[in-house]
T-cell receptor, first 110, second 114 residues
Framework: SQQGEEDPQALSIQEGENATMNCSYKTSINNLQWYRQNSGRGLVHLILIRSNEREKHSGRLRVTLDTSKKSSSLLITASRAADTASYFCATALNDYKLSFGAGTTVTVRA | EPEVTQTPSHQVTQMGQEVILRCVPISNHLYFYWYRQILGQKVEFLVSFYNNEISEKSEIFDDQFSVERPDGSNFTLKIRSTKLEDSAMYFC????????????FGPGTRLTVL
Protein backbone atom coordinates (compact mmCIF):
# COMPACT_ATOMS: atom_id res chain seq x y z
CA SER A 1 0.00 0.00 0.00
CA GLN A 2 1.00 3.62 -0.46
CA GLN A 3 3.32 4.88 2.26
CA GLY A 4 5.81 7.62 2.86
CA GLU A 5 9.19 6.45 4.01
CA GLU A 6 11.54 8.83 5.76
CA ASP A 7 15.28 8.85 5.59
CA PRO A 8 17.35 8.87 7.73
CA GLN A 9 15.67 7.03 10.60
CA ALA A 10 17.60 9.12 13.10
CA LEU A 11 19.58 12.34 12.98
CA SER A 12 21.72 13.99 15.65
CA ILE A 13 22.89 17.54 15.13
CA GLN A 14 24.38 20.44 17.06
CA GLU A 15 22.19 23.38 17.97
CA GLY A 16 22.38 25.97 15.20
CA GLU A 17 23.00 23.42 12.46
CA ASN A 18 20.51 22.56 9.75
CA ALA A 19 18.61 19.28 9.70
CA THR A 20 17.46 17.68 6.49
CA MET A 21 15.23 14.64 6.17
CA ASN A 22 13.73 13.01 3.14
CA CYS A 23 10.52 11.23 2.35
CA SER A 24 9.83 8.90 -0.55
CA TYR A 25 6.49 7.55 -1.63
CA LYS A 26 5.20 5.15 -4.23
CA THR A 27 2.13 6.40 -6.06
CA SER A 28 0.44 9.64 -7.08
CA ILE A 29 -0.61 11.91 -4.26
CA ASN A 30 -2.90 14.89 -3.77
CA ASN A 31 -0.56 16.54 -1.30
CA LEU A 32 2.15 15.76 1.21
CA GLN A 33 2.15 16.96 4.79
CA TRP A 34 4.86 17.04 7.43
CA TYR A 35 4.11 16.53 11.11
CA ARG A 36 6.17 16.69 14.29
CA GLN A 37 5.65 14.47 17.30
CA ASN A 38 7.34 15.05 20.62
CA SER A 39 7.93 11.90 22.64
CA GLY A 40 4.63 10.32 23.62
CA ARG A 41 2.62 13.32 22.50
CA GLY A 42 0.26 14.22 19.67
CA LEU A 43 1.04 15.12 16.09
CA VAL A 44 1.61 18.77 15.28
CA HIS A 45 0.98 19.84 11.71
CA LEU A 46 3.96 21.67 10.23
CA ILE A 47 3.37 22.26 6.56
CA LEU A 48 1.36 21.04 3.56
CA ILE A 49 2.68 21.05 0.02
CA ARG A 50 0.36 20.41 -2.88
CA SER A 51 1.23 18.13 -5.76
CA ASN A 52 1.60 21.10 -8.12
CA GLU A 53 3.99 22.95 -5.81
CA ARG A 54 7.74 22.47 -5.75
CA GLU A 55 8.84 24.37 -2.66
CA LYS A 56 7.26 25.91 0.37
CA HIS A 57 8.56 27.85 3.37
CA SER A 58 7.22 28.36 6.85
CA GLY A 59 9.49 30.11 9.31
CA ARG A 60 12.63 27.98 9.68
CA LEU A 61 11.08 25.15 7.68
CA ARG A 62 11.61 24.56 3.99
CA VAL A 63 9.84 21.75 2.17
CA THR A 64 10.46 20.60 -1.37
CA LEU A 65 8.46 18.20 -3.47
CA ASP A 66 9.64 16.36 -6.57
CA THR A 67 6.71 14.43 -7.99
CA SER A 68 8.84 12.96 -10.78
CA LYS A 69 11.06 11.31 -8.16
CA LYS A 70 8.18 10.82 -5.73
CA SER A 71 10.16 12.43 -2.96
CA SER A 72 10.03 15.33 -0.55
CA SER A 73 12.51 16.90 1.81
CA LEU A 74 12.11 18.86 5.02
CA LEU A 75 14.85 21.27 6.02
CA ILE A 76 14.95 22.81 9.47
CA THR A 77 17.37 25.70 9.56
CA ALA A 78 19.23 26.99 12.63
CA SER A 79 17.99 24.12 14.77
CA ARG A 80 17.14 24.56 18.44
CA ALA A 81 16.89 22.11 21.32
CA ALA A 82 13.11 22.45 21.10
CA ASP A 83 13.22 20.94 17.59
CA THR A 84 14.11 17.58 19.14
CA ALA A 85 11.23 15.36 18.04
CA SER A 86 10.15 12.79 15.50
CA TYR A 87 9.18 14.10 12.09
CA PHE A 88 6.73 12.31 9.83
CA CYS A 89 5.70 12.81 6.27
CA ALA A 90 2.12 11.91 5.43
CA THR A 91 0.85 11.48 1.93
CA ALA A 92 -2.75 12.26 1.06
CA LEU A 93 -3.87 9.46 -1.19
CA ASN A 94 -7.34 10.87 -1.57
CA ASP A 95 -9.51 13.44 0.13
CA TYR A 96 -9.69 11.62 3.41
CA LYS A 97 -6.81 9.34 4.20
CA LEU A 98 -3.28 10.22 5.23
CA SER A 99 -0.61 7.55 5.00
CA PHE A 100 2.28 8.09 7.41
CA GLY A 101 5.88 7.04 7.20
CA ALA A 102 7.93 5.60 10.03
CA GLY A 103 9.47 8.97 10.86
CA THR A 104 12.87 10.53 11.41
CA THR A 105 13.95 11.05 15.00
CA VAL A 106 15.87 14.29 15.31
CA THR A 107 18.03 15.06 18.34
CA VAL A 108 19.41 18.56 18.67
CA ARG A 109 22.36 18.74 21.05
CA ALA A 110 22.95 21.92 23.03
CA GLU B 1 -5.66 28.85 18.96
CA PRO B 2 -8.40 26.23 18.50
CA GLU B 3 -7.32 22.66 19.06
CA VAL B 4 -8.64 19.13 19.02
CA THR B 5 -9.09 17.66 22.47
CA GLN B 6 -9.35 14.03 23.50
CA THR B 7 -10.44 12.24 26.66
CA PRO B 8 -9.30 10.31 28.53
CA SER B 9 -5.56 10.71 28.07
CA HIS B 10 -5.03 7.14 29.23
CA GLN B 11 -7.54 4.27 29.37
CA VAL B 12 -6.81 0.87 30.87
CA THR B 13 -9.30 -1.91 30.22
CA GLN B 14 -9.64 -5.65 30.42
CA MET B 15 -9.71 -7.74 27.28
CA GLY B 16 -13.26 -8.17 26.03
CA GLN B 17 -14.52 -4.94 27.54
CA GLU B 18 -16.02 -2.09 25.55
CA VAL B 19 -14.28 1.26 25.47
CA ILE B 20 -15.36 4.63 24.15
CA LEU B 21 -12.74 7.19 23.25
CA ARG B 22 -13.92 10.76 23.03
CA CYS B 23 -12.82 13.68 20.91
CA VAL B 24 -13.91 17.27 20.52
CA PRO B 25 -12.87 18.46 17.06
CA ILE B 26 -12.18 22.07 16.20
CA SER B 27 -15.58 23.77 16.19
CA ASN B 28 -15.86 24.86 12.55
CA HIS B 29 -14.40 21.65 11.16
CA LEU B 30 -16.67 19.29 9.27
CA TYR B 31 -14.45 16.28 8.64
CA PHE B 32 -13.30 13.95 11.38
CA TYR B 33 -10.82 11.12 11.53
CA TRP B 34 -9.41 8.46 13.79
CA TYR B 35 -5.88 7.13 13.52
CA ARG B 36 -3.92 4.81 15.76
CA GLN B 37 -0.25 4.25 16.52
CA ILE B 38 0.86 0.99 18.03
CA LEU B 39 3.97 1.51 20.12
CA GLY B 40 7.01 1.78 17.89
CA GLN B 41 4.99 1.57 14.69
CA LYS B 42 3.58 3.96 12.12
CA VAL B 43 0.49 6.05 12.51
CA GLU B 44 -2.33 4.19 10.74
CA PHE B 45 -5.57 5.54 9.34
CA LEU B 46 -8.73 4.01 10.77
CA VAL B 47 -11.73 5.96 9.55
CA SER B 48 -12.99 9.28 8.25
CA PHE B 49 -16.43 10.73 8.96
CA TYR B 50 -18.49 13.47 7.39
CA ASN B 51 -22.12 14.46 7.56
CA ASN B 52 -22.89 11.65 10.00
CA GLU B 53 -21.52 9.02 7.70
CA ILE B 54 -18.29 7.11 7.32
CA SER B 55 -16.46 8.45 4.26
CA GLU B 56 -13.73 5.88 4.22
CA LYS B 57 -12.40 3.17 6.50
CA SER B 58 -9.34 0.98 6.54
CA GLU B 59 -9.17 -2.79 6.82
CA ILE B 60 -8.31 -2.33 10.49
CA PHE B 61 -11.73 -0.78 11.11
CA ASP B 62 -13.72 -3.99 11.37
CA ASP B 63 -17.08 -4.70 12.99
CA GLN B 64 -15.60 -4.24 16.45
CA PHE B 65 -15.15 -0.53 15.75
CA SER B 66 -17.78 2.14 15.36
CA VAL B 67 -17.83 5.94 15.28
CA GLU B 68 -20.49 8.39 16.23
CA ARG B 69 -21.13 12.08 16.49
CA PRO B 70 -23.66 11.99 19.32
CA ASP B 71 -24.08 15.76 19.51
CA GLY B 72 -22.77 18.91 17.90
CA SER B 73 -19.35 18.78 19.48
CA ASN B 74 -18.24 15.24 20.33
CA PHE B 75 -16.88 12.55 18.04
CA THR B 76 -16.42 9.10 19.54
CA LEU B 77 -14.68 5.85 18.68
CA LYS B 78 -16.11 2.71 20.25
CA ILE B 79 -14.35 -0.62 20.42
CA ARG B 80 -16.94 -3.23 21.36
CA SER B 81 -14.79 -6.08 22.62
CA THR B 82 -11.19 -5.05 23.09
CA LYS B 83 -8.30 -7.34 22.24
CA LEU B 84 -4.71 -7.16 23.43
CA GLU B 85 -3.65 -5.97 19.99
CA ASP B 86 -5.93 -2.93 20.28
CA SER B 87 -3.43 -1.44 22.71
CA ALA B 88 -2.20 1.72 21.00
CA MET B 89 -2.32 5.48 20.99
CA TYR B 90 -5.53 6.62 19.31
CA PHE B 91 -5.52 10.02 17.65
CA CYS B 92 -8.54 12.01 16.61
CA UNK B 93 -8.14 14.59 13.86
CA UNK B 94 -10.35 17.11 12.13
CA UNK B 95 -10.21 19.31 9.07
CA UNK B 96 -12.29 22.19 7.80
CA UNK B 97 -12.42 20.88 4.26
CA UNK B 98 -11.15 17.86 2.42
CA UNK B 99 -8.67 17.69 -0.37
CA UNK B 100 -5.71 19.99 0.06
CA UNK B 101 -6.45 20.72 3.66
CA UNK B 102 -4.53 20.12 6.84
CA UNK B 103 -5.72 17.58 9.34
CA UNK B 104 -5.27 18.77 12.90
CA PHE B 105 -4.60 16.10 15.47
CA GLY B 106 -5.50 15.81 19.12
CA PRO B 107 -3.02 14.76 21.83
CA GLY B 108 -4.18 11.15 21.72
CA THR B 109 -5.64 8.58 24.09
CA ARG B 110 -3.32 5.79 25.16
CA LEU B 111 -5.38 2.60 25.33
CA THR B 112 -3.93 -0.30 27.29
CA VAL B 113 -5.74 -3.62 27.07
CA LEU B 114 -4.80 -6.14 29.75
Amino acid sequence: SQQGEEDPQALSIQEGENATMNCSYKTSINNLQWYRQNSGRGLVHLILIRSNEREKHSGRLRVTLDTSKKSSSLLITASRAADTASYFCATALNDYKLSFGAGTTVTVRA
Amino acid sequence: EPEVTQTPSHQVTQMGQEVILRCVPISNHLYFYWYRQILGQKVEFLVSFYNNEISEKSEIFDDQFSVERPDGSNFTLKIRSTKLEDSAMYFCASSEFVGDNEQFFGPGTRLTVL
